[in-house]
């Protein structure tokens, strides 16, 4: 039980800080090369819901802190186009966010970008948890099986995935600078591509 809950308090953890926290995945592969606990699908279990809840955090302070505090008129209307254009299409953006989850990719940016449309989360967290419990059973359940075949060290084989993982966050958050200045109502409207401008807006 008290490996349960340290477990999910580190994942949880992970999962609230914005960007440049080891993802979760990674952390999960050293539990199965280190082989600490003994059912994958626990492991997985409760990796998914603390990190369901840590994302659904950094949501709401996305939409808290940098929506509510730094977004000026312009800025918050211009994600309001993104919103409305997301709530009409909810089962395609269930299976979307549903594939996504799927995938080993980070979810930070996805979140602190989805929190600036101020949506209802769930729409996010139910196909994230169900992604993400199914991945990480892959990751625990792999390394697991991997650590009884191959002699290797946990901290050696997941230093692989140092380039990779400051890499990806470093093009993540510049994807979600760039998700904020691309003029997505006049993309809707015009089906073309043009930055947000700072002066008057032209309204559909």
């Not at 994942?11 to 059912?39: E, K, Y």
């Not at 760039?178 to 993309?187: E, H, I, K, N």
């Amino acid at each position: 039980m008290v490996e349960q809950a340290t477990l999910f308090a580190v994942v949880f953890l992970l999962n609230i800080i914005p960007a440049f926290a080891p993802p979760t995945w990674m952390a999960l592969s050293w539990i199965g090369l280190s082989r600490l606990f003994g059912d994958p699908f626990q492991v997985a279990l409760t990796s998914a819901l603390a990190a369901t809840a840590g994302r659904l955090v950094l949501a709401r302070l996305s939409h808290l802190v940098i929506r509510q505090r730094f977004m000026k008129g312009p800025a918050r209307d211009n994600i309001d186009a993104i919103k409305y254009r997301i709530d009409r299409r909810r089962t395609l953006t269930f299976g979307v966010f549903l594939l996504y989850a799927f995938s080993p990719f980070p979810s930070n940016y996805l979140f602190i970008a989805y929190g600036l449309t101020s949506l209802p989360l769930w729409l996010i967290a139910v196909p994230f948890f169900i992604g993400r419990c199914a991945s990480y059973s892959f990751f625990v359940f792999a390394t697991s099986e991997l650590s009884k075949h191959l002699v290797l060290e946990a901290t050696e084989t997941l230093a692989y995935f140092g380039a990779y993982f400051v890499i990806s966050q470093v093009l993540l958050l510049g994807t979600v600078w760039l998700f904020a200045r691309v003029d997505w109502r006049y993309a809707f409207t015009a089906r073309r591509f043009r930055w947000l401008q700072h002066g008057p807006r032209e309204r559909p």
